[in-house]
């Protein structure tokens, strides 16, 4: 499809095509998008810190097998070695090295945030775009719904699903993914609403186009930004919650998580011992990513929101 | 208060509430479709037997049978028997109840003190004040609670031996009258300062941002106009009207009394419905789950209520729509 430029009125005959003009624009949003981001020394950080925690994470198996999380009691790794030169955040109470289960425990808490919020974020949209763009009654069916999701208290009906599901990375992932998608479904329905009823969609519909055209070329380029910005919030709180279902035994067993690590340090009162070293790096690791997310989709959502920058 | 919007909001807490039972029931009920046969899996019971337990934990009939069986109960009061202690669920609920409504309401009414501060940070907005405390409030956001609890536990219960490591009381205690409150206020410090802690970030948050949403207003710059002085403007002009997020919002936190310190009570020993909750995880104990989560997600949905009437009886603007 091509369009005469404006210019054409100045009485130059210049016809760029509307794919040109799109990109145009977009290379313009993103170099302005970036140099924001460089005057933002934490955002900077924050995307710092979780390269560096998703390349540890990624290097895991290579460092480590994930058989020397199994050690037991041994001559070469003693229980409860206070963090040395051999072991740099000691050991636990079966002998094995905290730091490996604190290295291969961000790959669960990266997994399961990543997962978990990809879920929340397309079933948010989904139903956010359904209810925003159908109206009707199917809006209030769904709407209704939401606001059910939404009062129902998330942490404890995510406990019982998992008590009764069972216990495994990806049952976690469901949990979080099921119970948190409310508010996600809430913002893309209000920005469809406003969408819906701009010039550029009437436009789109008076020249025969079909509602998936209009979805797919303008509802859904003009959400995702904002879907963007609130899913980087959103890793965060499926972090932490991936964290305490796993502290309260609901975790994979299979797999080291820092939530687990946490359990395990209370099952064998490692508080109370003064075994420090056990529980307070998983806290450190799960801080770190959290912060970081936090700050990152901070930074974000005042980018794309121009009235949040003032705060 | 119009009375359309009161009957709006009691319908529709009402039919969450029926979402919940109804949810309450189906997950349990379809996802294990016959749980006397689960629980008591190699027990070694006759046929009669387990016909006998299907009667008392109300498993015959058809599942439609067995829901309109189970909203029979409710009405009655009746959550069926826990499995781990064969006690009715209402009785273990309410003996758990008053330790958490205690612990968690002393917290809450701690973590308040986020308000003012929040406040003065969004008063002063870009000063150091503000910096320091929104700093805080997202590093106190970004710890999980239990985690403060396991390093307040270490550092000033087994570390420097200030407090006691667990519990409601002293092992053992045949104290009374005032040595016994005492005793019992020296066992809550701890952990009700973890959960302030942990509460206080959202506080200053929602109070800050609410204050910096009043900033804007004209009649803050009519008042100073006026001539009033700016501590004055603060307190009788800004803080009444950001006062709006900041009491909706207590008001949702009062609604997780219950669920607030599932995770929390379990590391201070704390003898409530989170360890309940942690206990009935483990058994899996699910009649008990069943129960608490019932009464959890009731609590939250009066406290929603409560909030939404709240801001109908504050900001007459919501409530006339």
Redesign the interface.
């Known amino acids: 499809m091509t369009e005469i430029h404006p210019d054409i009125a100045n009485g130059t005959d210049i016809a760029v095509s509307a794919r040109a003009i799109r990109w145009q624009r977009r290379r313009t949003a993103t170099r302005d998008a970036l140099r924001r981001l460089r005057r933002d020394r934490p955002a900077l950080v924050a995307i710092v810190v979780l390269v560096v925690v998703a390349v540890l994470a990624l290097l895991a198996p290579f460092i480590s097998t994930h058989s020397d999380l199994e050690a037991v009691n041994t001559a070469a790794n003693p229980v409860w070695a206070t963090p040395g030169s051999h072991f740099v955040l000691g050991t636990d109470n079966l002998g094995r090295s905290v730091a490996l289960q604190v290295l291969w425990g961000a790959r669960v808490s990266l997994f399961v945030g990543l997962m978990a919020t990809l879920l929340t974020v397309a079933l948010g949209t989904l139903i956010g775009i359904v209810a925003g763009f159908f109206r009707g009654w199917l809006d209030a069916l769904l709407m209704?719904f939401t606001?059910?999701f939404m009062?129902?208290?998330f942490?404890?009906?995510a406990?019982?699903?998992a008590?009764?599901?069972g216990r495994s990375l990806w049952i976690i992932v469901f949990v979080i993914g099921i119970t948190s998608w409310p508010s996600t479904a809430r913002l893309v329905r209000s920005q469809v609403l406003s969408i819906r009823e701009r010039l550029y969609v009437d436009r789109a519909r008076a020249l025969g186009a079909s509602r998936t055209h209009i979805i797919g070329r303008h509802v859904l380029p003009n959400v995702a930004p904002l879907v963007l910005a609130s899913s980087t919030l959103a890793v965060?709180i499926s972090i932490?919650t991936e964290?305490?279902l796993s502290?309260?035994?609901?975790g994979d067993p299979t797999q080291v998580s820092w939530?687990g690590m946490?359990e395990q340090?209370?099952d064998v009162a490692a508080?109370?011992?003064?075994r420090?070293w056990y529980?307070?790096p998983?806290?450190v690791g799960?801080?770190l990513v959290?912060?970081a997310f936090?700050?990152l989709g901070r930074s974000l959502e005042s980018v794309l929101d121009p009235r949040l920058r003032e705060? | 208060m119009r009375l359309g919007f009161l009957a709006r909001k009691l319908l529709g807490a009402f039919t969450t509430v029926l979402f919940v039972v109804a949810f309450n029931f189906f997950l349990f009920r379809v996802v294990n479709r016959d749980p006397v046969n689960s629980m008591f899996r190699g027990r070694n019971l006759t046929k009669a037997q387990l016909e006998q337990l299907r009667v008392r934990f109300h498993l015959t009939g058809t599942l439609w049978q067995q829901f309109w069986a189970y909203l029979g109960q409710l009405l009655h009061g009746d959550l069926g028997y826990s499995l781990k202690s064969s006690r009715p669920v209402v009785s273990v609920i309410s003996d758990a109840s008053w330790p958490t409504l205690l612990l968690v309401g002393t917290s809450t009414l701690l973590a308040m003190i986020g308000i003012t501060i929040g406040y003065r940070a969004g008063w002063r907005r870009g000063s150091a004040f503000d910096a320091t405390s929104t700093s805080l409030s997202m590093l106190t956001y970004a710890m999980p609670e239990f985690w403060i609890g396991m390093v307040f536990l270490g550092l000033f219960g087994a570390g420097l031996g200030w407090f006691p490591v667990g519990g409601l009381e002293n092992p053992g205690s045949t104290a009374t009258g005032l040595s016994k409150l005492l005793d019992q206020v020296h066992h809550m410090i701890l952990p009700s300062v973890v959960l302030a802690v942990a509460y206080i970030g959202e506080y200053m948050i929602v109070a800050r941002s609410s204050m910096i949403e009043t900033l804007r207003e004209d009649y803050l710059q009519l008042a100073r106009a006026k001539g009033m002085r700016d501590a004055e403007v603060r307190r009788r002009h800004a803080v009444p009207n950001a006062r709006l997020p900041v009491v909706s919002l207590s008001a949702i936190n009062f609604g997780f009394v219950f669920s607030g310190a599932i995770a929390v009570e379990s590391i201070f020993s704390w003898p409530g419905i989170g360890q309940q909750t942690y206990l009935a995880i483990r058994g899996p104990d699910l009649p008990m789950l069943q129960g608490l989560y019932l009464l959890i997600a009731a609590a939250v949905i009066l406290a929603n209520l409560v909030a939404d009437l709240l801001y109908g009886v504050l900001d007459p603007r919501v409530a006339g729509r």
């Open positions: 209704r606001d059910w009062v129902i208290p942490l404890p009906t406990i019982v699903l008590t009764v599901l965060p932490l964290t305490t502290f309260l035994g609901l939530g946490l340090a209370r508080v109370t011992t003064n420090w529980y307070l998983p806290g799960i801080i959290v912060l936090t700050i705060r």
